[in-house]
């Protein structure tokens, strides 16, 4: 079982151009959209949040059970759901303003345990930066590595979203002995300062950078092996990042690899198809509107392929 622990939100998707375009509401969240990508590539995924009991909470538990994500783990409350307005620029990258005053994902709480087999916790995005959630997230990251559960974690930084940029870079440093796969965009490494190579030094069995069309990126204590981007046209690259978490966890997980002994093990060879199958996920999600991440029968054969 891989759990993703933090918000499920809505998207405000412009329809159109112009600062008055409607808006289509869209089920996201880089957790949200990280858990549906792994249950659509078939791994037992558990979602563990807090999400409102208005109807867009509804909506949101509705998509994840749909892709077969357990949701007994997420917790309820009459507060309004987080709303993320999207803006999609020529070249199909999106960017975010968000309304998450008062909002039911900031007042999580870490549960007493995790789901029963599980084998990896995934964090990242809002979650750990709006507080009183963001400090129980982090509780509950420290309390799974303390028990050897592997952890991942993707800062995916949304800048308007914290005050205080140095103190949040501090404490990204001090996630980093309890992080086992720490994954960002270059645009993400670039915001926190250091370098992969430091930041491995500091507890990760392996960093992944990913650059857009440009391909991804991996660093481990025994070198680096980097892939091209698959060549796509883009509609939009909504829950891109998203997606290649999914399909990491995914692929680790296929290997038997979700523990940072078993990740240091991995050669050249099990990375290149790593990233591969990362990339290739991660493009067919670009190739339509909105996270719609892949379903295991669109990469049939590719984590294999040599």
């Given at each position: 079982?891989?759990?993703?622990?933090?918000?499920?939100?809505?998207?405000?998707?412009?329809?159109?151009?112009?600062?008055?375009a409607?808006?289509?509401?869209?089920?996201?969240?880089?957790?949200?959209?990280?858990?549906?990508?792994?249950?659509?590539?078939?791994?037992?995924?558990a979602?563990?949040?807090?999400?409102?009991?208005?109807?867009?909470g509804?909506?949101l538990?509705?998509?994840?059970?749909?892709?077969?994500?357990?949701?007994?783990a997420?917790?309820?409350?009459p507060?309004?759901?987080?709303?993320?307005?999207?803006?999609?620029?020529?070249?199909?990258?999106?960017?975010?303003?968000?309304?998450v005053?008062?909002?039911?994902?900031?007042?999580?709480?870490?549960?007493?345990?995790?789901?029963?087999?599980?084998?990896a916790?995934?964090?990242?995005?809002?979650?750990?930066?709006?507080?009183?959630?963001?400090?129980?997230?982090?509780?509950?990251?420290?309390?799974?590595?303390?028990?050897?559960?592997?952890?991942?974690?993707?800062?995916?930084?949304?800048?308007?979203?914290?005050?205080?940029?140095?103190?949040?870079?501090?404490r990204?440093?001090?996630?980093?002995?309890?992080?086992?796969?720490?994954?960002?965009?270059?645009?993400?490494?670039?915001?926190l300062?250091?370098?992969?190579r430091?930041?491995?030094?500091?507890?990760?069995?392996?960093?992944?950078?990913?650059?857009g069309?440009?391909?991804?990126?991996?660093?481990?204590?025994?070198?680096?092996?980097?892939?091209?981007?698959?060549?796509?046209?883009?509609?939009?690259?909504?829950?891109?990042?998203?997606?290649v978490?999914?399909?990491?966890?995914?692929?680790?997980?296929?290997?038997?690899?979700?523990?940072?002994?078993?990740?240091?093990?991995?050669?050249?060879?099990?990375?290149?198809?790593?990233?591969?199958?990362?990339?290739?996920?991660?493009?067919?999600?670009?190739?339509?509107?909105?996270?719609?991440?892949?379903?295991a029968?669109?990469?049939?054969?590719?984590?294999?392929?040599?």
């Amino acid at each position: 079982m891989i759990v993703v622990a933090g918000e499920a939100l809505i998207d405000l998707v412009p329809q159109g151009t112009g600062a008055l375009a409607s808006l289509r509401p869209a089920l996201g969240g880089g957790p949200f959209n990280t858990a549906v990508a792994l249950g659509r590539l078939g791994s037992p995924t558990a979602f563990c949040s807090r999400t409102s009991s208005d109807a867009f909470g509804e909506a949101l538990l509705d998509g994840l059970r749909r892709d077969g994500v357990d949701v007994s783990a997420v917790q309820r409350g009459p507060e309004p759901t987080t709303l993320a307005v999207a803006t999609v620029d020529a070249g199909g990258s999106a960017a975010y303003s968000f309304y998450v005053d008062g909002t039911a994902d900031r007042l999580f709480t870490a549960p007493a345990a995790l789901p029963e087999g599980t084998r990896a916790v995934s964090f990242g995005t809002c979650s750990l930066v709006l507080e009183p959630g963001a400090t129980a997230y982090e509780e509950l990251m420290r309390a799974a590595a303390a028990q050897g559960v592997f952890t991942a974690l993707d800062p995916n930084i949304r800048p308007g979203l914290i005050p205080d940029p140095d103190a949040y870079r501090a404490r990204f440093r001090r996630w980093l002995p309890s992080v086992s796969l720490l994954k960002l965009s270059a645009e993400d490494a670039e915001w926190l300062g250091g370098t992969p190579r430091e930041w491995l030094a500091e507890g990760p069995a392996a960093v992944v950078i990913t650059h857009g069309g440009d391909g991804l990126t991996v660093f481990t204590r025994d070198g680096e092996h980097s892939v091209p981007g698959e060549k796509i046209d883009v509609v939009d690259t909504i829950g891109a990042g998203d997606t290649v978490n999914a399909a990491l966890l995914h692929g680790l997980a296929v290997r038997d690899a979700l523990s940072p002994h078993a990740v240091a093990r991995l050669g050249a060879d099990d990375w290149t198809a790593l990233l591969r199958f990362a990339a290739r996920a991660a493009a067919i999600t670009c190739s339509r509107a909105g996270a719609e991440p892949p379903y295991a029968s669109e990469l049939a054969g590719v984590l294999d392929a040599d």
